[in-house]
């Protein structure tokens, strides 16, 4: 069964420095997502992708954020400074067409996560 | 606003007996319901999803609009299922709303 890949499984950085996580969604999907979840908190949305365009962000996704779909395969995160508080879970996730108004959504499909630890 | 809570952050119970995982939500349309699970160490996968209305691993969860209820639950718990869950609301345009989860651990 295909599976959504995320690479490094865990990264350490200093604060400040940049980082880029990195993911290869299922290859037929069209919908492509970053979660994230602080240590013994909710799974929180980020970004969605869609068409080389993000359709939705969330408040945390601030100008620090940005997502990339660099090759038609990769979809990436990058932080460009990073603080304390980004430490956390970052799940990446991606689905299928998008459904019809009048029909339902295609569930999400999850990557094993990238754990961030900013020192 | 699309909310999806889950009031039991941890819950036990002992193999062989009952489990219901709480889940409630509130949104202004007609939502898609889904219950995800995390088994330790390993990504999230979907469970089930309320359209489907069928039952995996013995978990069923029926929507009950009038509560505005999601609720997960299994007649006859095992330790396999002892797991994280999450109710998850997807609204138009496959947005994902999770609740807070459930750590759900079944004692032998």
């Known amino acids: 069964e295909p599976e959504v890949t995320q690479t490094p499984s865990h990264q350490v950085t200093q604060m400040g420095q940049e980082v880029i996580l990195r993911c290869v969604p299922i290859?037929?999907?069209?919908?492509f997502y970053w979660y994230r979840q602080i240590l013994g908190q909710k799974v929180e949305f980020l970004v969605s992708f869609y068409n080389n365009e993000i359709s939705e962000k969330s408040e945390i996704f601030d100008d620090q954020f940005s997502v990339e779909r660099p090759d038609g395969s990769n979809f990436t995160l990058k932080i460009r400074s990073t603080k304390l508080e980004d430490s956390a879970m970052y799940f990446c996730?991606?689905?299928?067409?998008?459904?019809?108004?009048?029909?339902?959504?295609?569930?999400?499909?999850f990557g094993n996560g990238t754990r961030l630890t900013v020192t | 606003a699309q909310r999806v809570t889950q009031p039991e952050k941890l819950l036990s119970v002992f193999k062989g007996a009952p489990v219901e995982l709480k889940c409630n939500y509130s949104?202004?349309?007609?939502?898609?319901l889904f219950w995800y699970v995390q088994y330790s160490r390993q990504r999230l996968q979907l469970l089930l999803r309320?359209?489907s209305r069928e039952s995996i691993k013995g978990f069923t969860a029926d929507l009950n609009k009038g509560e505005t209820s999601f609720h997960l639950k299994k007649p006859f718990a095992q330790e396999e299922d002892s797991a994280m869950y999450y109710c998850?609301?997807?609204?138009?345009?496959?947005?994902?709303?999770f609740g807070t989860g459930t750590s759900l651990t079944v004692i032998p």
């Open positions: 998850a609301l997807s609204s138009i345009g496959n947005q994902f709303y």
């Open positions: 996730a991606s689905s299928d067409v998008r459904a019809d108004r009048s029909s339902y959504n295609s569930p999400l499909h």
């Open positions: 949104y202004s349309g007609s939502p898609e």
């Open positions: 309320h359209i």
């Open positions: 290859s037929n999907h069209l919908y």
